[in-house]
């Protein structure tokens, strides 16, 4: 698979949503580039090198880009040249997408076992039990407080699945 083709917008919201919009841009230019210097994404990206240098080694320890360490033996520096990791963008996308599954599932048996209450202004949920022992009002600002609707949400959970499910066996 061309890493072109997998950079769907499914996945370029995964990336900015767990490294920020200059994680994505970072793979941006390196699905562009065979190599990068830090130096040249400094300048592409216009941000600090701290900055760029945090959300580089994040990328890294998911093993999503690599890096090639040179040292220039006059200065005695060390330079970083980076590179995307294919294979490990896909494994790392393929658990972000199971962790949203898994979380999806338990939140599906939750409402499944028990009926859910909530207080429209603070969007706080409360099982039955923690209803009854404040007499159905929000523990937060002391309104009463209404029933979930389970069975619409479960529909939509099922569906969200399924999307999921579908998603992830055309990855795997
Ligand atoms: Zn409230």
């Not at 919201?13 to 990068?36: H, M, N």
């Not at 949920?125 to 479960?154: H, M, P, Q, S, W």
């Amino acid at each position: 698979m061309k890493i072109k083709d997998f950079l769907k917008n499914e996945i370029k919201e995964a990336i900015k949503y767990k490294f920020g919009s200059i994680g994505l841009k970072i793979i941006e230019e390196l699905t562009e580039a065979e190599e990068i210097s830090e130096d040249e994404l400094i300048n592409k990206l216009n941000v600090p090198s701290y900055y760029l240098r945090k959300v580089l080694f994040k990328l890294n320890e998911n093993r999503i880009i690599l890096y090639k360490k040179v040292s220039d033996e006059d200065s005695g520096y060390y330079f970083y040249y980076w590179k995307l990791n294919p294979d490990g963008l896909k494994r790392w996308y393929i658990e972000y997408k199971k962790d949203i599954l898994d979380e999806l599932k338990n939140r599906l048996k939750k409402l499944r076992d028990t009926q859910i209450y909530y207080c429209e202004k603070d969007s706080q949920e409360y099982t039955f039990e923690e209803a009854i022992r404040n007499d159905f009002k929000c523990r937060l600002c002391g309104n009463y407080l209404n029933v979930l609707d389970n069975e619409k949400i479960i529909g939509e959970i099922e569906l969200m699945i399924k999307k999921i499910e579908e998603e992830l066996k055309k990855l795997c």
